[in-house]
């Protein structure tokens, strides 16, 4: 083998290293970014639906309210379709959580929420 040889398949093998780890680099940082979309939307995600949770939780009890001290069957039947769908709303915002909680003791914690409100 010449030297013109020698420099072209170096070159080429210099060229073909620079596409393999661009591509593996390209990965990364596509990873990298993946993880900080998640890491940053996770606790605003969470946070929302837990507190959404905690808002028609409360409601829900108002809704009970209105469901004992009612005047007339229409009355105490539409307050209890607003209670059920505050439930329903509940348990939407409680799987939320549940999706997207991070940890061992986090869903652990989102299980025990779950099953004591569907017992409450």
Same mark, same amino acid.
């Given at each position: 083998m $010449?030297?013109? *040889?020698?420099l072209?398949i170096n070159? @080429?093998? /210099?060229?073909?290293? !620079?596409? /393999?780890?661009?591509?593996?680099?390209v990965? %990364?940082?596509?990873?990298i970014?993946?993880?900080t979309?998640? !890491?940053?939307?996770h606790?605003? *995600?969470?946070t929302r639906?837990? *507190?959404?949770?905690d808002?028609d939780i409360?409601? !829900?009890h108002?809704g !009970?309210?209105?469901? /004992?001290l009612?005047? $007339?069957l229409?009355? %105490?039947?539409?307050?209890? *379709?607003?209670?059920?769908?505050?439930? #329903?709303k /509940? @348990?939407? $915002?409680?799987?939320?959580?549940?999706?997207?909680?991070l940890?061992?003791e986090g869903a652990?914690l989102? #299980? #025990?929420?779950?099953?004591? @409100?569907?017992?409450w």
């Open positions: $010449n030297v013109k *040889t020698k072209l070159y @080429f093998l /210099v060229i073909l290293s !620079m596409i /393999v780890l661009s591509g593996y680099f990965s %990364r940082i596509e990873l970014g993946n993880l979309v998640k !890491m940053y939307n606790p605003l *995600t969470v639906a837990a *507190t959404y949770a808002a409360v409601r !829900m108002l !009970m309210k209105d469901v /004992v009612a005047k $007339n229409a009355a %105490r039947d539409a307050a209890i *379709t607003d209670v059920s769908r505050l439930e #329903e /509940v @348990f939407e $915002n409680l799987a939320i959580v549940k999706e997207k909680i940890g061992v652990k989102i #299980e #025990e929420t779950i099953d004591v @409100f569907r017992q």
